[in-house]
């Protein structure tokens, strides 16, 4: 069973100090600090954070939303190894 790959763009808000929350780690990075209280997108490969931000969306007539997401910072994990979404065997 695969809860959610390593490409999914999971939203967090970056805090008032310009940090961010994740797995029970605090992130901060000079590149976010302009984006504190705006919501940012983040990817997790096991070693590195790669944060992005909300491009462009686009709702169209058939029912399909495309979003263009813009990679603002990428942020070296503190303990590798763990993959959000990781699949299970």
């Not at 809860?3 to 805090?15: A, T």
């Not at 992130?27 to 940012?40: G, L, M, N, R, W």
């Not at 590798?80 to 990781?86: E, I, V």
Request: hydrophobic share 30%; charged share 35%; with cysteine.
């Amino acid at each position: 069973m695969t809860q959610r790959d390593e490409m999914y763009f999971e939203p967090r808000v970056i805090d008032t100090a310009g940090r961010i929350r994740w797995f029970g780690e605090i992130y901060s990075d000079q590149a976010i600090k302009c984006h504190t209280e705006q919501t940012v997108y983040i990817r997790d490969n096991g070693r590195q954070l790669y944060i992005y931000e909300l491009a462009s969306d686009d709702f169209s007539e058939v029912e399909r939303i495309e979003a263009v997401f813009k990679l603002i910072s990428r942020i070296e994990k503190s303990r590798g190894g763990f993959r959000y979404g990781k699949k299970d065997t």
